[in-house]
């Protein structure tokens, strides 16, 4: 997989092959139209002019080939990712060797500081305690909390200073809680429930309820989800990371203010994705249920999504899923936030999506860019169903728009108008299934 960092230099490198292609078949071609005449003089009458026009379509025949293949080569730079290729089989494994693990038993008051690598099984229920991973830059920590409840006013319950990475698996049922303001530590604001500076993966057969006053998971870097099961309420962001989000499998329940998960790297733009091979979701959220700068990739899972807009990014890919989405802005939307991608695009490769409009100025399916639809069963119901300001591909699946079975994608453009796209707006030029 390419990391999404070495995007634009992908893109760039590629344009380079095209203009250098470009100067060689110029090149190619005035050689071979000076030639012309010296050819001309052996050849039959009216051969040379026949001649003339088969090497300039040549040329050109080259000319497309080649940039077809460079597009494609671009294209294919912002492939799908690969799970096999984005999780460890430590952060797959739900349950944690505690043959040689430390005990804590947490008390009201005292701060845990953990600064070495290792095992750590957690129990006990306390107030205004945080559990402090201040380990070294190669140090892999795991923190097994069993039947832990912890209540803190102003400061994470778990908060992850420095390490290499740090694991969270689940044992027994557990409950983490922030009521006041976070109160930042030095430069950092520490304004989650867990909060981690370095890499984090949570996991395991047990539960985790979170209730914050602001955000209830945070991940500077990369943030892993394999198993669990999660109930989080957060004033502002249930799910939020730096580089990305990974979920691999959970059952999740989220109250959110703003976004269920959120992914976004303000210093790169290229990053900020999030993959979902599986799970099951339940989100109520003021905002955005799943909300990527770069790439949505979900590729299998079961979503119930009530949300201004219910997934967003620049690229949002769906391999596969049972989506039942609520909406009062766009279902699934796709905008330009990031420079990795030339332009936004919603690409539908399977999976049952039904998505349900509130009235008004509303889109069930809604790209600042295009729209490819090459399997899967879409049911949308509103009074937008599409909006594209590119091209649509119908090329495989079936498409319902308001009930009825459309054989072209509608483009509902400006808004307005009735029949999901049809009353007002105009067909894609290129929406009929191919």
């Given amino acids: 997989m390419k990391s999404f960092k070495d995007m634009n230099e992908i893109i760039k490198a590629e ?196 209730n914050s006053s602001d955000n209830g998971i945070v991940g500077k870097d990369d943030l892993k989800i394999t198993g669990g099961t999660y109930k989080i309420t957060a004033a502002s962001k249930a799910i939020e990371a730096n580089d990305s989000i990974r979920v691999a499998g959970g059952s999740f329940t989220i109250k959110a203010g703003t976004d269920g998960l959120h992914a976004e790297n303000e210093d790169d733009d290229s990053l900020g994705y999030i993959y979902i091979g599986g799970g099951s979701f339940s989100m109520s959220v003021g905002d955005d249920g799943i909300h990527a700068v770069s790439l949505v990739q979900i590729d299998g899972g079961t979503f119930t ?33 990031s420079s990795a991608y030339s332009t936004p695009v919603v690409e539908i490769n399977g999976g049952a999506i039904n998505i349900t409009m509130s009235a008004g100025d509303t889109d069930g399916i809604d790209s600042n860019g295009d729209i490819i639809v090459n399997g899967g069963t879409i049911s949308v119901s509103g009074n937008s169903t599409f909006d594209y300001d590119g091209t649509a591909q119908l090329n495989g699946g079936t498409i319902y728009c308001n009930g009825q079975q459309v054989t072209e994608i509608p483009n509902q453009m400006m808004g307005g108008g009735g029949m999901g796209g049809f009353g007002g707006g105009r067909m894609g030029g290129r929406g009929r299934r191919g």
């Avoid at 005449?37 to 003339?52: D, F, I, K, N, Y």
């Avoid at 967003?312 to 989506?323: H, K, L, P, V």
Wanted: hydrophobic share 40%; glycine share 8%; proline share 1%.
């Fill in 15 to 210: 344009n380079r092959k095209k203009k250098n292609l470009r100067i060689y078949i110029a090149t190619l071609l005035a050689v071979q139209m000076l030639m012309l005449p010296l050819s001309g003089c052996v050849s039959e009458s009216g051969s040379q002019a026949a001649g003339t026009g088969n090497t300039a379509t040549s040329v050109v025949a080259t000319l497309n080939d080649e940039e077809a293949k460079v597009s494609a080569t671009t294209q294919s730079s912002s492939a799908g990712l690969s799970a096999d290729e984005l999780f460890t089989e430590r952060d797959l494994t739900q349950t944690a060797d505690l043959s040689d693990a430390k005990e804590i038993a947490l008390q009201s008051g005292k701060n845990v500081t953990i600064t070495k690598a290792g095992v750590y099984r957690v129990t006990g229920s306390a107030e205004n305690v945080t559990i402090i991973v201040d380990a070294g830059d190669e140090d892999k920590v795991q923190l097994v909390l069993d039947g832990v409840s912890v209540t803190n006013a102003d400061a994470p319950c778990i908060y992850v200073r420095n390490a290499d990475k740090v694991f969270v698996t689940l044992s027994g049922d557990n409950s983490l809680s922030v009521t006041g303001q976070f109160t930042a530590d030095g430069d950092t604001n520490t304004d989650g429930v867990i909060f981690s500076k370095d890499d984090l993966t949570l996991n395991g057969a047990g539960s985790l309820t979170v």
């Fill in 305 to 337: 999504i009530s949300a201004a807009e219910c997934m967003e990014g620049t690229y949002i890919r769906i391999n596969d899923g049972t989506f039942d989405l609520s909406s009062w802005d766009d279902g699934i939307n796709a905008a330009r936030k």
